[in-house]
C-alpha cells in the first residue's frame, strides 16, 4: 500500500515488494530520494525507529512488512 501524505511525502506498507517513484513531467526519471525512514505504531503512537541513508535509501520491502516513510527530493 502507498499512500500520498504530501506532495513528494509518502508512506509505504507491506511486504515482499520494491517502489520506484518516477517524474511524470519532462525526460523520464527515476525520482531522488530525500529522506528514508522506517517507521512503525507503539499504540496509536507513530514511532521512527530508524532513518535510512547511502546506500540504504532504495524501496525494497522485504518478507517481513515494513512501514517506511519517503520524502523525495523535487
Known amino acids: 500500500m502507498i499512500l500520498e501524505l504530501a506532495m513528494d511525502d509518502f508512506v509505504v506498507v507491506g511486504a515482499g515488494f520494491q517502489v520506484s517513484f518516477r517524474e511524470l513531467e519532462g525526460l523520464p526519471r527515476e525520482a531522488q530520494i530525500l529522506s528514508l525512514e522506517e517507521d512503525t505504531f507503539d499504540g496509536e503512537r507513530w514511532v521512527r525507529?530508524?532513518?535510512?541513508?547511502?546506500?540504504?535509501?532504495?524501496?525494497?520491502?522485504?518478507?517481513?512488512?515494513?512501514?517506511?516513510?519517503?520524502?523525495?527530493l523535487r
Not at 520491502?61 to 519517503?70: C, D, F, G, N, T
Request: glycine share 4%.
Open 49 to 72: 525507529t530508524r532513518r535510512l541513508n547511502g546506500d540504504e535509501m532504495h524501496i525494497a520491502l522485504p518478507a517481513k512488512a515494513r512501514i517506511l516513510h519517503v520524502r523525495l
